[in-house]
């Protein structure tokens, strides 16, 4: 990250990056779902980071996901007052990006918000192949611990330069392909927290899981990568 880049402007583009990966990524479920499966979405959100990363990774690191920014906490990486900001910002961005999502789908005749939904997240009998509360849980955890895993290690002193957006991009479409059919996949507090707001319902009321699994995944799979990496901490 260049060090005369502004903080306004890594605020800035956290906003519109986590936006993009709302409006493309739930975008991609609620306009083309029926369409293009679960693999097609699990690679919208896979590909949404993917361009992001190398869009506006030189400017803010480009995490777009309050687990992310944990992660890089709990590694040392990151100042706990910027840290805040981020998550902030990622979550405007992501309520924007899922209003944006409900006024174009509103402008399909049929389309109800109750019934379609907005790509929100679920366990139980909002979990797209019914899996439980539990199963969701641990399935968030591990899945952003990986995740997270591999954000550290793909941007990290010893990893190659200019492929961290692939291997982050590809990680995310693996990880959606496993967690769609059990949560829909959140991986990402402030992703699951834009469709919620305006979904609201049941869908608000587990919202809870998708912050706190997630963020604990976060810090564990940061912990991981300091036991293996033996990184020195570079917080800025």
């Known amino acids: 990250m260049s060090n005369d880049v502004k903080n306004y402007q890594k605020y800035a583009v956290e906003l519109i990056g986590t936006l993009v990966l709302v409006l493309f990524g739930c975008g991609s479920a609620v306009i083309a779902g029926d369409e293009i499966g679960f693999a097609g979405i699990s690679f919208a959100f896979g590909f949404s980071v993917l361009i992001m990363v190398y869009a ?6 480009c995490h777009i996901n309050p687990a992310v920014t944990c992660g890089m906490v709990v590694a040392g990486r990151m100042q706990i007052k910027e840290a805040i900001i981020y998550v902030i910002m990622q979550c405007i961005g992501a309520i924007i990006g899922a209003v944006i ?3 174009i789908a509103s402008g399909k005749a049929g389309y109800d918000i109750a019934v379609n939904g907005l790509g929100q997240n679920g366990y139980g009998a909002s979990s797209p192949a019914g899996y439980g509360m539990s199963a969701a849980f641990i399935a968030e955890v591990v899945l952003t611990a990986i995740f997270i895993f591999v ?9 190659a330069a200019g492929f961290a957006g692939l291997a982050i991009g ?6 959606h392909l496993v967690g769609i059919p059990i949560t829909g996949t959140s991986v990402n507090p402030a992703r699951s927290l834009g469709p919620a707001l ?8 587990q919202l809870w899981l998708f912050w706190v699994a997630p963020l604990i995944g976060g810090a564990v799979g940061a912990i991981l990568w300091k036991v293996v990496s033996s990184e020195p901490a570079d917080a800025s």
């Open 56 to 61: 506006i990774g030189g400017i803010s690191g």
């Open 101 to 103: 999502l409900y006024v």
């Open 198 to 205: 305006l979904v609201g319902g049941e869908a608000l009321s």
């Open 151 to 159: 954000i550290l290690g793909s941007t990290g002193a010893r990893a």
């Open 170 to 175: 590809i990680s995310l479409v693996v990880i």
